[in-house]
C-alpha cells in the first residue's frame, strides 16, 4: 500500500555541522507532511509542518524542503547539538482529522 | 501547550492475558489517537475518535483490541487475550491547533 519511507536508517554528524534527513513519499494526493523528533522513552515531539502548496518552510535552525515531482521530503537541522540527537520520523496526514502515517525513523547521532 | 498523560507506563503480561492502558489528556480536546510503535518502527494508527465517536478504526484489530472514548475526554485501549507480536508501546495523542501531541506512551511487553 501508500507509504512514507526514510533513505538512511542512521545518521552521524559531528557537533556544529548542518544535518540532512531524507523521506521519500508514495502517495501523490498526500497534502501535509510533518517531522517528529522522538527521544528514547518519550513520544513523538513536533518539530515543523508543511503543505503541499509549498516548498520550503522554516523554522528555528529547521528547514523543511518539499519536492512534489520526485515525492521527497527532507529536513535540515543546522549547526546540530548534542541535544539534537534522537530518531526522527517524517509522517503524512492520512484523512482530514490529521492522522498520521509515519515512515520509519532515522537515528541522529551527534558527537562532539 | 496540550499535555497528555498515560497509565501504566510499562507492563509485562503473559501471552493470552488481557490489558488496558488509559489515556488522561490535560485539558478537553475533540480528536484523540491511538497509535502503536513496535521497536525499530514508526508509529501505526490504531484509532481516531472525534468526541466519543470513532473516525477511523480500519487498522485496529478488532478480534482482540477494543478502545472507547469516556466523555470525549480520557481513554481506554484494551488488549484481549494479548499476542506476543503485540509488544510495542502505546502512544496517545491529541491534536491540538492541527498539531498532534503525545503522551510518553506505555511499553507493553508480552512473554
Known amino acids: 500500500g501508500e507509504s512514507v519511507g526514510l533513505h538512511l536508517p542512521t545518521l552521524s554528524v559531528q557537533e556544529g555541522d548542518n544535518s540532512i534527513i531524507n523521506c521519500a513519499y508514495s502517495?501523490?494526493?498526500?497534502?501535509?507532511f510533518i517531522w517528529y523528533k522522538q527521544e528514547s522513552g518519550k513520544g513523538p515531539q513536533f518539530i515543523i509542518d508543511?503543505?503541499?502548496?509549498?516548498d520550503k518552510r522554516q523554522g528555528q535552525r529547521v528547514t523543511v524542503l518539499l519536492n512534489k515531482t520526485v515525492k521527497h521530503l527532507s529536513l535540515q537541522i543546522a549547526a546540530t547539538q548534542p541535544g539534537d540527537s534522537a530518531v526522527y520520523f517524517c509522517?503524512?496526514?492520512?484523512?482530514?482529522?490529521?492522522?498520521?502515517?509515519f515512515g520509519k525513523g532515522t537515528s541522529l547521532l551527534v558527537t562532539p | 501547550e496540550a499535555g497528555v498523560a498515560q497509565s501504566p507506563r510499562y507492563k509485562i503480561i503473559e501471552k493470552r492475558q488481557s490489558v488496558a492502558f488509559w489515556c488522561n489528556p490535560i485539558?478537553?480536546?475533540?480528536?484523540l489517537y491511538w497509535y502503536q510503535q513496535i521497536l525499530g518502527q514508526g508509529p501505526k494508527l490504531l484509532i481516531q475518535?472525534?468526541?466519543?465517536?470513532?473516525?477511523?478504526d480500519s487498522q485496529l484489530p478488532k478480534d482482540r483490541f477494543s478502545a472507547e472514548r469516556l466523555k470525549g475526554v480520557d481513554s481506554t485501549l484494551k488488549i484481549q487475550p494479548a499476542k506476543l507480536e503485540d509488544s510495542a508501546v502505546y502512544l496517545c495523542?491529541?491534536?491540538?491547533?492541527?498539531?498532534?501531541?503525545f503522551g510518553p506512551g506505555t511499553r507493553l511487553t508480552v512473554t
Open positions: 509522517a503524512e496526514s492520512l484523512n482530514s482529522g490529521y492522522a498520521l502515517n
Open positions: 502517495n501523490s494526493a498526500s497534502d501535509y
Open positions: 508543511i503543505r503541499s502548496n509549498m
Open positions: 485539558s478537553g480536546h475533540a480528536t
Open positions: 475518535f472525534q468526541n466519543n465517536g470513532v473516525v477511523d
Open positions: 495523542a491529541i491534536l491540538e491547533d492541527y498539531e498532534q501531541y
